[in-house]
DNA sequence: CATGAATGAGTCTTCATTCAT
DNA sequence: GATGAATGAAGACTCATTCAT
């Protein structure tokens, strides 16, 4: 990946801001070719093609098709997995209901900035590298969930585990389901509401309550 | 496509005797094919060599793949989905925590009374035929759950779509991450008892509590 | 083809009334198949589906597919000849004329009764064993046109062969282009008239003139 | 599909010339094919093999067998209608018995150059895209017919669009037939004189007589 | 380094023909 | 005699990948 910088450099790394460029159009072309043709129509050609270079670039910069599938599945997931845990810091602290409003919200926002692009990838990440790429960032965001749930205002958990488990998981099913059906604004508001009710009441249950005191921590 | 009504059509089930076991033999084939090469590696060739015919009695049954892989998809969701139904009929008149117990009870045994036929379908059902199977059987599941929680014993609600959509799509994602984890048999239960809690409260939280009376019914 | 028939045959030849009858629902459902999808379409399976029948008919009354084709283009093309015979019997001892409007006439006609069909057998007359049969019947419409040519009331013809040659062959080429073209009417008849004069010009220049007696024959 | 203007066009141009070697291969190599096996034997795998080239190759200059066989066809039938059109233009001004030996000469000379390869391409003409091709190239015919006529020197015309497509359509059943037969020089030879003498008729017939001046050029 | 022509195994699908019922 | 299920070779076409330029 990282190949050895010639000695002179004039201006800033044009070499690797050129290849930054053609990975990025890449990227953007594989997720184009997915949109508009499904796993089924993507190849290496019509990307590349799309991208405006040659084959031959682009497998100077990944090695298969796997690789770049998995690689544009996991820069998706990055964004909703950064999401998820800027959310999680915002919401150190405070009460669980918070907690799954916040959770909630920025999960949706993110898979719903660019929903064609979150709906295009599913079948990516059924592939077989996909699952693995899925697995990790899942595991990922768990972390950050722990980390939120441990401080939570109102609620004190025993095992976090299932918990960050089912959190993370529980709205990725809805979410889908709402995705593709291309449904419009005011179903998706709605079933967000049910969703931070549901995971609230679901954090409210699993908690021992805890005595509120004059500042939490 | 049009399932045998038990007892009538008499005709052509003579000669189909032979049919309906090749037709069975190619089923059972494209599942285990699916199994171990996922649908990258799964080819009609591939499907019916393993089922012991010929690819042109393959083509015989089925127009094309894509109508093989969804009829293969839609009779795995079939199961799940009258699981899901006979669960809610069983549930009818009970209080919330009843149905959720047996709601996620029914979609859990029944999916992972054969998970790797599970995990291997998922694949199928983000192509694009596959998700329009997955979206006629989800609606026919929220059909039975608006059944069932119009009859709860200890709630009552009002708009009962959104939370038919939501507890019909909410336990996959779950499921799909134990499914792909081949999660061990302890954990799946740990998670199961969390989803039982999950939608248990979300139900209570959603529904308007019901002055319980001397039992109705 | 002439099977032997059994020795009781209580009604007019039973078998061979259903027999002719299948075989001219193959015949005609050929040509059906052929006019709406062509050669490229054209299967035993399809013609057989068409007519009717099981592909094992098809194959007890042709041996393979090739012979059918054949045989449906010979009958089509007898069509023509016996038409181009029966002008010749009738412009028997008239002027050239009179035998270059009868001749065009008569072949235009006879393609033109169902053009679509004639269209569609094109495609067959060029494959090989096609093509055999083409040969066969432009060799018998010459023996008629010499028969005709030879009894002319104002010419008389050294060699007929290049003459009956010429006249078999000389018209198909406009007639395919106005079937291919679909042709209107008014279009056809002008060319029509063309051609007969064509013909007619040809015939007179080729023969030496014959003084007029008072009865030529 | 766009020939290459003579002098225009430099780029590609460089690294086409192997494409252009492979690009003839596959022309020769589906006539060859086609000589010796008919339409019914040709499959794009035998004419890249005979090409000596794969598969891929030739899809890479044909998206499908279609196209080639139109491009061969167009190029073939090309040469003729060029071989029509410079006889035209040589028989300007010429009285209609020159037009009509040039035109026949040019004609049979085209198409008895290589009787193989026009006997080959019938069965290809006569499918549908080919059909498509023949009506273009007939229609550029007419064109330099009816150019070359309106100068006859002994003959003036009215409506020169049927007369045309009489002149382009006429000898190409003779032809055909000639080539289909397989005929000896002299066979053809005759036949040659006959056609020339028909035409000839056909145009002094059709057009009124000119009195003939000082020969106005 | 980029390019894009070439490769050829592999995919889906069709179809003439046979043969057990 | 009729049927139509089964066959499997063969066809059109695609695509990941390589490599000479």
């Known amino acids: 990946m990282a190949r050895p910088l010639p000695l002179l450099q004039p201006r800033k790394t044009p070499i690797q801001a050129r290849s930054a460029h053609t990975v990025e159009a890449i990227h953007t072309a594989c997720i184009q070719v997915l949109i508009d043709g499904g796993m089924e ?47 999680c810091l915002r919401a150190k602290g405070q009460p669980v209901a918070v907690m799954a409003a916040s959770l909630v919200q920025a999960f949706i926002a993110a898979k719903f900035a660019a929903p064609d692009v979150s709906r295009a990838l599913y079948s990516v990440a059924s592939e077989v590298r996909g699952e693995a790429v899925v697995a990790r960032l899942t595991q ?44 419009a604004e005011p179903v998706i508001e709605r079933v967000r509401e049910h969703l931070v009710a549901m995971v609230s009441a679901y954090l409210r249950q699993m908690g021992s309550e805890v005595v509120a005191r004059k500042s939490p921590r």
């Open 140 to 183: 990922r965001s768990q972390l950050a969930l722990c980390d939120m749930l441990a401080t939570a205002a109102d609620r004190r958990f025993g095992d976090l585990a299932p918990i960050s488990f089912v959190l993370s998981t529980a709205v990725v099913g809805p979410v889908q389901a709402l995705l593709a059906s291309s449904a």
């Open 41 to 87: 129509r993507l190849s290496t050609t019509r990307v590349a093609a799309r991208a405006g270079v040659s084959v031959g670039s682009l497998y100077q910069y990944y090695p298969n098709k796997q690789s770049l599938l998995a690689a544009v599945l996991e820069k998706h997931l990055m964004h909703v997995v950064e999401a998820v845990e800027a959310s």
